[in-house]
């Protein structure tokens, strides 16, 4: 009997939170273990109430030509990795593991690669995640130590300003 090994057991259950995903660019998964158990999961998604971007069959990113990774300020959803700390409590988030896959939605393929973008690396940190692991195919998988996304602050100017003298 050949066992899924565990890391690739939690991001097929990422994979299939994706299926709940309402966006018509990107379909994102994620869930929260700690422990060896599920604290949350969670899909990006319209806030609750508003209505989907699947429900519209409207993207505002997309008929702007927006790239991925960029204005994520007029995106109608909540991030997945925002909805599963959402809906857990700190206290179980700290040290966790946060699995994640992203698919196409067109095509239903695993987009590799992907990645929280920066505020929701944001909210990571503060949930106290230890650990990030990311899909790229069926068996492969990326790692980010949440520590260096701390260590490697992407909010700071590469080149930041000497300082004036007086």
Request: hydrophobic share 35%; aromatic share 4%; with cysteine.
């Amino acid at each position: 009997m050949n066992r899924i090994d565990k890391e690739n057991y939690y991001l097929d259950i990422a994979e299939t939170v994706a299926e709940r995903a309402t966006c018509l660019r990107r379909c994102y998964g994620a869930i929260i273990v700690r422990n060896d158990e599920i604290i949350a999961t969670g899909y990006n998604g319209a806030p609750r109430g508003r209505k989907n971007c699947v429900d519209l069959n409207h993207c505002t990113r997309a008929a702007l030509k927006i790239p991925s990774g960029q204005r994520y300020e007029l995106c109608r959803s909540v991030h997945a990795e925002a909805n599963a700390i959402i809906s857990a409590a700190r206290s179980e988030t700290i040290g966790s593991t946060l699995y994640m896959a992203c698919v196409d939605p067109s095509t239903g393929a695993l987009i590799p690669g992907s990645t929280s973008c920066a505020m929701c690396r944001r909210l990571i940190i503060n949930a106290g995640i230890a650990r990030v692991v990311i899909r790229n195919s069926k068996s492969e998988f990326s790692v980010v130590h949440v520590e260096d996304w701390i260590r490697d602050d992407d909010s700071l100017p590469a080149d930041p300003p000497a300082p004036e003298q007086a």
